[in-house]
Nanobody
Framework: QVQLVESGGGSVQAGGSLRLSCAVS????????MGWFRQAPGKERERVAN????????YYDDSVKGRFTISTDNAKNMLYLQMNSLKPEDTAMYYC????????????????WGQGTQVTVSS
């Protein structure tokens, strides 16, 4: 059974940083497609960043390029999202997700999701 558990969310002021973590069980992070998604109140869920097996390819949404970094720790089976220069528009619930199918991660429909961690950025 696949389990994804996020942590690291919180409240910060604009310009601050947070590091989100996702503990993964049931999958090896080095062999599946993984990503971070977010959903703000009243808005659709959006893809933030994806990382493909063994870090071979990485995707970032234009809104976070240059500010966010996605990474994995294969030994710990963890997924991370380092978020710097945070903006109020980054405020959302952030979700870790995983799937063995690339297309599902690309189109925002991975079959395995964490419970989410809230990020709030104040101006």
């Amino acid at each position: 059974q696949v389990q994804l558990v996020e942590s690291g969310g919180g409240s910060v002021q604009a310009g601050g940083s947070l590091r989100l973590s996702c503990a993964v069980s049931g999958y090896s992070v080095s062999s599946v497609y993984m990503g971070w998604f977010r959903q703000a109140p009243g808005k659709e869920r959006e893809r933030v960043a994806n990382i493909y097996p063994s870090g071979g390819s990485i995707y970032y949404d234009d809104s976070v390029k240059g500010r966010f970094t996605i990474s994995t720790d294969n030994a710990k089976n963890m997924l991370y999202l380092q978020m710097n220069s945070l903006k109020p528009e980054d405020t959302a619930m952030y979700y870790c997700a995983a799937d063995i199918a690339l297309l599902r991660v690309r189109n925002g429909t991975p079959r395995n999701w964490g419970q989410g961690t809230q990020v709030t950025v104040s101006s």
